[in-house]
């Protein structure tokens, strides 16, 4: 039994950063890696010729099931949705961050909702972590050729959606003080000095706080918002730099309480799309977990 626990163990972050980018929700991928280890605890391990790649197979599955009944909720939900954040108080080991960032931020997840769940599947398993055709193929269930060209059409959709920028880390976290004073002040001049002309801010409430209902695009309307904020909140409002989803993000924090989580992507001058969460039942575990610094880590 204790083999078999450790060795489940071993593959656990894996199995977890699998189904957290298949679902984008923590709590959600929790509860898959949770019912893979009651299916581990009741199968014969000792007959298995790579408890991996049978644990693979098992989550993958599990999370397509999953992301299938959450594309028909998702449908229902009230405004924009963003995935769950993971937010942690350290930054990644310097050789870590641009890879754990690029395959992991918000915007990343974003778009990946926009693919349909085999293609998700296929395309993670290719091109995150690592596994060939032959292997996918076994997983989700579909011929080789239609594992290829499923993740053959889900890298030209992220590529032709989702902007790359390498950015320095300092110049990143420099804007984005920047940015947390305009906000503070709501300094129209010095807002629209830091966002793209074509800027897009996506909002998440889940109809429990309130929150804009559509996408916000241009720096005009978006500076607007943040005008309107900083007149709202006032002195209330206390900010704070973390890592979320593996890059440097802004939590804000009112009379005491965190009330949002903000992750944007910047080109190093500017900053090009904003994402902010709001629904309190996907901030509820980071005010858990950041006094005690243990937000979960997920990896490859």
Known sequence: MSTDVSTFDQYRPKLQGIA??????????????QDAYLRWHGTDTAELRSPE???????TRLSLDRLRAAKTERLAYAGQWIPEPLVEV??????RATEIADDLSIAFLM???????EERAAFLLHDVFDLSYAEIATM???????????VHRARQRVRRDRPRFQVDREDHRRLLERFVEATRSGDRQILLSLLAEDVSFTS??????????????????????YQGIARRIGGRGRFRLA?????????????????????????????????TIRNPDKLARIELDLPLQSATALSR
Not at 90 to 95: I, L, R
Not at 205 to 211: E, M, R, T
Not at 248 to 271: A, C, F, K, P
């Open 243 to 275: 890592q979320v989803n593996g890059a440097l993000g802004i939590l804000r924090y009112l009379d005491g309480e965190l009330d949002s989580v903000t992750s944007l992507v910047t080109d190093g001058r500017r900053i090009v799309e904003i994402y």
């Open 90 to 95: 350290h930054a990644p080991p310097a050789d």
């Open 140 to 150: 989700i269930g579909k011929r080789q050729d239609a594992c290829r060209q499923a």
């Open 53 to 59: 790649a049978w644990l693979v197979t098992v989550v």
């Open 204 to 225: 998440d409430g889940g109809g429990k706080v309130p929150s804009v209902s559509k996408v916000l695009r241009g720096a005009v309307p978006v500076a607007r918002f």
């Open 20 to 33: 957290y980018r298949m679902l984008g929700s923590r709590a959600d991928a929790e509860d898959v890696v």
């Open 111 to 117: 778009v990946l909702e926009r693919l349909a769940p």
